[in-house]
């Protein structure tokens, strides 16, 4: 796949801004936030991430679709929250993609599971990384393969996803 950088330029042509709304968030291809604010902050752009040297982006590589940044109303700005699917098209970003391979070739690497159990953990974490019904039995799955396979590979799971899991998830697998 060959990645296109993006200028950081925005379009817009109006002078005036609506009372509320989303800005442009930057995020290098790793997933480290580069700037929530772009359109408001220009002047933070970067091309290239300062902590890993990967190319930015501002939009979805699949759709196209602008990274929604920070929202803003007349008096504030809300918190925010990094995306890990793109609202255009559903798909994965990214950041979100290089985690769940990095999982899932984690999951290839763990001995203490049969070659079933390795299958049906990579295949939980497909359903832990999206907010569906099937969520919960994949959540529960995942906590008995990860608990059979110990200690040092739930650390490295949860080191991988914790960013890219939804707050309830986390909760569930890493209560504390």
């Known amino acids: 796949m060959t990645l296109k950088l993006d200028s950081g330029k925005t379009s817009g042509g109006s002078k005036s801004k609506p009372e509320n709304w989303y800005d442009t968030a930057q995020i290098c291809t790793n997933g480290h936030v580069i700037n929530e604010q772009l359109i408001s902050s220009p002047h933070i752009k970067k091309k290239f ?80 990384v999206r907010d569906t019904p099937q969520t919960a039995v ?22 991988i996803l914790v960013d890219v899991l939804s707050e309830a998830v986390k909760k569930s697998i890493w209560p504390s």
Not at 102 to 107: D, K, R, W
Not at 138 to 159: E, I, Q, T, W
Request: proline residues 6%; contains cysteine.
């Open 49 to 128: 991430c300062d902590r890993c040297g990967a190319p930015t982006i501002t939009k979805c590589q699949h759709c196209r679709v602008t990274i929604k940044g920070a929202y803003h109303t007349r008096t504030t700005t809300s918190s925010w929250t990094r995306p890990s699917f793109c609202p255009g098209c559903g798909k994965p970003y990214l950041w979100t993609e290089a985690k769940l391979k990095a999982a899932q070739e984690l999951s290839d690497e763990l001995d203490n599971l049969s070659p079933d159990e390795r299958s049906l953990l990579k295949k939980s974490l497909d359903d832990i």
């Open 138 to 159: 994949a959540v529960n799955r995942f906590k008995k393969l990860v608990a059979k396979a110990g200690k040092p590979a739930a650390d490295a799971f949860r080191d």
